[in-house]
């Protein structure tokens, strides 16, 4: 079943630092994780993505990390930025399946 | 290229009142989901569409919410006698495929219920 959020936990990170953002996810049959960025006001924007027959893929300052024996799923952000301040989600999905499964939000917070 | 694209960004309706969200997807997608955010929480999805077919509407309410995707024109979500608790925003995505293809996200109607 899908998680639902009371409080947002949030993490506050100086500028420069890296930031580490956990998500665990419940559905066993999940073959697709996707991690999105929400700012205030806005739609969930894609940050990076990674299928099940992987571990760890990287992006432009991004890495998301899969350990599927404890369904966790994990977005590193490298160098925090002013501009990384906002409310990210993970995602999930299963092959044949068109809708998205968002977990609970993490708010990043980035301290200049 | 415009992203996705929704319409009304605000609408607050009394309660009994119809709410008609609007949502345009990026050019070239036939794929569109509508997407539920209660504050605070995850989206939790609702319904996919492509044209003139509904194909996976099991997350939306069986009573009172609608949506559709006509051969021409935008999708609409439609929700009749609204109540309060329909409060919320309300994300229209749209992909270029089915299955694991990424969604592009609109930027939101948020729909107020007084």
């Known amino acids: 079943g899908e998680s639902v959020g009371l409080h947002l936990p949030t993490l506050s990170v100086q500028e420069g630092d890296n930031s580490i953002i956990n998500c665990a996810y419940s559905n066993s049959a999940s073959d697709y994780f996707i991690w999105y960025k929400q700012e205030s006001g806005k739609g969930p924007q894609f940050i990076i993505d990674?299928?099940?027959?992987?571990d760890k893929r990287q992006g432009q300052r991004v890495t998301v990390l899969l350990n599927k024996t404890v369904k966790h799923l994990s977005l590193q952000i490298a160098a925090t930025q002013p501009g990384d301040s906002a409310v990210y989600f993970c995602a999930e999905t299963h092959y044949g399946n068109n809708r998205l499964a968002f977990g609970k939000g993490n708010q990043v917070v980035v301290i200049p | 290229n415009a992203g996705v694209m929704q319409n009304p960004r605000h609408l607050v309706r009394r309660r009994g009142q119809e709410a008609r969200l609007r949502c345009s997807p990026m050019?070239?997608?036939?794929?569109v989901y509508w997407y539920r955010q209660l504050p605070e929480e995850g989206l939790k999805f609702m319904v996919y569409?492509?044209?003139?077919?509904?194909?996976?509407e099991s997350g939306m309410p069986k009573e009172r919410f609608s949506a559709e995707f006509p051969k021409e024109g935008p999708s609409i979500l439609r929700i009749q006698q609204v109540v309060r608790g329909d409060s919320a925003a309300y994300f229209c995505a749209s992909s270029l495929d089915s299955g694991q293809s990424e969604q592009f996200f609109g930027p939101g109607t948020r729909l107020t219920v007084l």
């Open positions: 990674i299928r099940s027959n992987m």
């Open positions: 050019k070239g997608h036939s794929h």
């Open positions: 569409l492509q044209k003139e077919n509904i194909i996976d």
